[in-house]
């Protein structure tokens, strides 16, 4: 799995325990899913349709820095399916693991639209090919 974010645990994203709020690393595993299905499938237009059982194993205090890991499953025809994996980067600990977000690309009038892709992409290989 590949951590492409990181995150700085701040005094606003904690929890009455004065640890890691759940509901603000759901909303930047969303947003970190959401920005990795928009590069794969070249289109702004993504959204969220489903998100699988989520399984909080660890936590995360203020101060900690948190990687947040993305990786394709599978893609559909109009839908990309992710895994992610969240991380303790000073206690090496996972955090959360979600088995399952699906992305949906969409067309200018927000109805599903096939993306035509069947594998991932990486940017430096679409630059090379325009050269």
């Known amino acids: ?12 994203d904690l929890n009455p325990n004065k640890t890691l709020f759940g509901g603000k690393l759901l909303a930047w595993i969303d ?9 794969q499938l070249e ?3 993504v959204v ?13 205090r203020e101060g900690d820095i ?3 890991g993305i990786e394709v499953v599978k893609f559909g025809t109009t839908s990309l399916v992710l895994q992610c994996e969240v991380r303790n980067k000073m206690t090496h600990e ?7 977000i699906t992305m949906v690309n969409l067309d200018a009038e927000g ?9 991932i992409e ?4 679409r630059l090379a090919g325009k050269g």
């Open 94 to 100: 996972t955090i959360i693991t979600v088995d399952r």
């Open 122 to 125: 990486y940017v430096v290989d």
């Open 1 to 12: 799995m590949k951590f492409h974010t990181r995150k700085w645990v701040k005094p606003e």
């Open 43 to 45: 289109n702004s237009h």
């Open 48 to 60: 969220t349709k489903y998100m699988s059982e989520i399984n909080f194993m660890a936590s995360a």
């Open 31 to 39: 947003e970190e899913a959401a920005l990795y299905s928009i590069v």
């Open 66 to 68: 948190v990687e947040i």
């Open 111 to 119: 109805k599903p639209k096939p993306h035509g892709k069947t594998q």
